[in-house]
């Protein structure tokens, strides 16, 4: 079974695809995701983790979770980018085209090292 996280609550976009690629960058330097279990079964525990949080994380949070999500999962964006008049699913979309050419196990292992940050942050174990 694959986790599942719903996004439906994404109502802004980030202020430029430029600071996301920026934040996205510092996982490069990170050290890589090292666990006795697997790393699917790891990434599908912090997907499931990533809703214990008590608060929502900030939209930009959010929609940096929801690309690596979408890329760990189904691989690079193939549909074209939504109209302005669509702005979540603009936002969502440009959240997945920023981490465009990350492979699988990049992905999960950049979208675990997020999670661990937020229940972090927000006092939960890891």
Do not use: C
Request: charged content about 20%; proline content about 4%; cysteine-free.
């Amino acid at each position: 079974p694959t986790a599942h996280i719903s996004y439906a609550f994404i109502t802004t976009s980030f202020e430029s695809n430029a600071h996301l690629s920026s934040y996205l960058s510092h996982f490069h330097s990170q050290p890589k995701h090292t666990h006795i279990m697997g790393l699917q079964e790891d990434f599908e525990e912090h997907a499931a983790k990533v809703k214990t949080l008590t608060e929502s994380p900030s939209n930009e949070n959010l929609l940096i979770l929801y690309g690596l999500y979408k890329q760990a999962t189904l691989g690079p964006v193939t549909t074209a980018r939504p109209g302005i008049f669509s702005q979540k699913d603009r936002a969502k979309w440009d959240a997945w085209k920023a981490v465009e050419g990350k492979s699988k196990d990049e992905a999960m292992s950049d979208y675990i090292t997020k999670v661990k940050q937020l229940l972090e942050e927000a006092g939960l174990s890891a």
